[in-house]
Structures are given as structure tokens and as C-alpha cells.
């Protein structure tokens, strides 16, 4: 599946000043619980981390529940969430944010743009 984002053009648009920030991510969710394969509980781990659109329901179509892509629209220039504690029914897991696509994320201060050996917090 791909997808293409499409944003306004202008006569003033300038490639080395685009603001990159606001821009809908693939989220990686491996080994997540099965109690929390819903619908429901992709929508409030999106919305944790930025504003849900929906999920790549071919691995459920198919039974691949070895990890889930969730769609989620993001401002990267406050950085990314690394890991949500998750809480279900006395049942606590750290899961791991993996974004797909995002390239060049800071390990250090989670910002994008640069790498962590770069970053200007050091």
C-alpha cells in the first residue's frame, strides 16, 4: 500500500525552506497483546502519540498479528515518542514506537533532522 501525501502548492515554494513537521507516519507495533488487537485500542495509542487515522488491515486479513501499522498524523518537530506504557486490565507493557519513513531522528534530544553524533544539545 502507498501513500502519497499532496500538499498546496504556491509560486513562492522554496524545497530547501519546507517546513517538515506536520506529516501523517506509519507506526510499527510489534508484539503487541492480542487482547489489544481492537480497532479501539489503535485509536487510543495513535491518539497518544499524535492524531489516529486508521491501520493497515491486511495483516489482520490476512493473520499476520505479528505487528500492526497504525497511521498517525504528527508533528515531528516536537521529536517522537520512543515507548508508551500501555495498561490493560492489571497487564502493563513497554511498547516500542517504530516510525517507518522518518528519517534522521535524534536518539538524543528525539528530534528530527539530525543524528544523534550532531546534535547541537551535547
Known sequence: MTHVLLKCWSPLFDLEHEQ???D???VHLS???LQLWTQDAFQLIGDDIGQYLGYD???L????MTY???LVFMDTR????????????GFVRNQIMDYEGVPFQCHWCHQVGHVYKYCSLL
Open 31 to 33: 508484539g503487541l497483546p
Open 78 to 89: 516536537e521529536g517522537l515518542v520512543e515507548n508508551l506504557i500501555l495498561h490493560y486490565m
Open 57 to 59: 488491515r491486511t495483516y
Open 68 to 70: 500492526v501499522h497504525i
Open 61 to 64: 486479513e490476512f493473520g499476520r
Open 20 to 22: 517538515l513537521g506536520d
Open 24 to 26: 501523517p507516519i506509519w
